[in-house]
């Protein structure tokens, strides 16, 4: 059941470069902020999160030569991705989208910082041991229920949502507040029926309590 007190909104990487004519567009990416900014005043707590890449990131495929955009290496065991060089910091594409209402926003996670591992989850980098500190900060202030919105859902929504049901959390994904990546074919349904299995439930802004 979905309460009206003790949940945070996390909103994830609505940022430039993932939305159209950004660096690594999500199709429509966009179109979720009306429904961000709308459902914002329902929650307790609002964290926003933010990619913030060195130039040398790992994860860029400029930074390995001979290989191609979306091509798969490994990064000290973990199985990376390469993207297009994005969201490096200070640059505008890093920015939050201008539409994005920050007033609310009590906190901002930024993440892929270390240039040797990448980090999707708002918890933890992708080693699956280095922790962010979201957790015992929502933690401290008696949050039980998460609420997960942002960009993109197959990728840095996924991996936040899964993490925080590990951890304890209730954990919820707000669909149509959410795009994905969708890469590789089907990815985002997978990332769906993931998610169902683990016990987060995929719900629609409408379902969301008054405030």
């Known amino acids: 059941m979905i309460k ?16 159209p004519g950004g660096a690594l567009a999500v199709n429509e990416g ?26 040398t990131h790992l994860s860029f495929a400029a930074n390995h030569p001979g290989k191609k955009i979306y091509e798969m290496v490994d990064l000290g065991g973990v199985p990376q991705v390469l993207w297009p ?15 994005l209402d920050l007033r609310p926003v009590d906190l901002v996670i930024r993440k892929g ?24 900060y929502l933690k401290g202030l008696g949050i039980t229920q998460l609420f997960f919105t942002g960009l993109a859902t197959d990728y840095c929504v996924f991996y936040s949502a ?3 049901a590990g951890l304890g959390f209730e954990v919820f994904v707000v669909l149509d507040a959410c795009r994905g990546v969708d890469v ?20 629609q802004s409408e379902d969301l309590p008054d405030a």
Request: glycine share 6%.
């Open 85 to 99: 060089a994005h969201c490096v910091q200070g640059s505008q594409g890093a920015d939050f989208h201008p539409d």
């Open 113 to 136: 910082q270390n240039p040797g591992i990448d980090s999707y989850s708002a918890f933890m980098e992708n080693d699956k041991k280095t922790r962010t500190g979201l957790d015992g």
């Open 184 to 203: 590789p074919e089907d990815n985002v349904q997978r990332a769906k029926s993931v998610m169902k299995r683990n016990g987060i439930t995929l719900i």
């Open 4 to 19: 009206k007190r003790n949940n945070a909104l996390i909103i994830t990487d609505i940022q430039l470069d993932f939305c």
């Open 162 to 164: 899964m993490d925080a």
């Open 30 to 55: 966009d179109r979720i902020i009306p429904v961000v900014n709308a459902i914002a005043p329902k929650f307790d707590k609002i964290i926003a999160t933010q990619d913030w890449h060195p130039d």
